[in-house]
């Protein structure tokens, strides 16, 4: 059974940092891609950030890029989002996601996903 298991959210102020882990099991992790989506009150989920299987190629929503880093390590079946300067905006549930379609940024490309881990930013 296929499991991603998202943690490291939070509650933080503005303009600080937190790093989220995503841990795959019951998948041979490092045949997906992996991408992080976020979810906010009242909105669409909506694309984050994406890795390719080695690591080699990284793609982020314009909303984060600059602020966001994302990363895997296959040997220990886990990505990571780094996420540093922190604003308002930025609250929401952020999912973890493997994907097994043509577009990353695309939600319904993904075969598997986390529960969920809450980031609220304070102003």
């Known amino acids: 059974q296929v499991q991603l298991v998202e943690s490291g959210g939070g509650l933080v102020q503005a303009g600080a940092s937190l790093r989220l882990s995503c841990a795959a099991s019951?998948?041979?992790?490092?045949?997906?891609?992996m991408g992080w989506f976020r979810q906010a009150p009242g909105k669409e989920r909506e694309f984050v950030a994406a890795v390719s299987r080695s690591d080699r190629s990284t793609y982020y929503a314009d909303s984060v890029k600059g602020r966001f880093t994302i990363s895997r390590d296959n040997a220990k079946n886990t990505v990571y989002l780094e996420m540093n300067s922190l604003k308002p905006e930025d609250t929401a549930v952020y999912y973890c996601?493997?994907?097994?379609?043509?577009?990353?940024?695309?939600?319904?490309?993904?075969?598997?996903w986390g529960q969920g881990t809450q980031v609220t930013v304070s102003s």
């Open positions: 019951g998948v041979t992790f490092s045949s997906y891609s």
């Open positions: 996601a493997a994907l097994n379609g043509a577009s990353y940024c695309t939600a319904r490309s993904y075969a598997y």
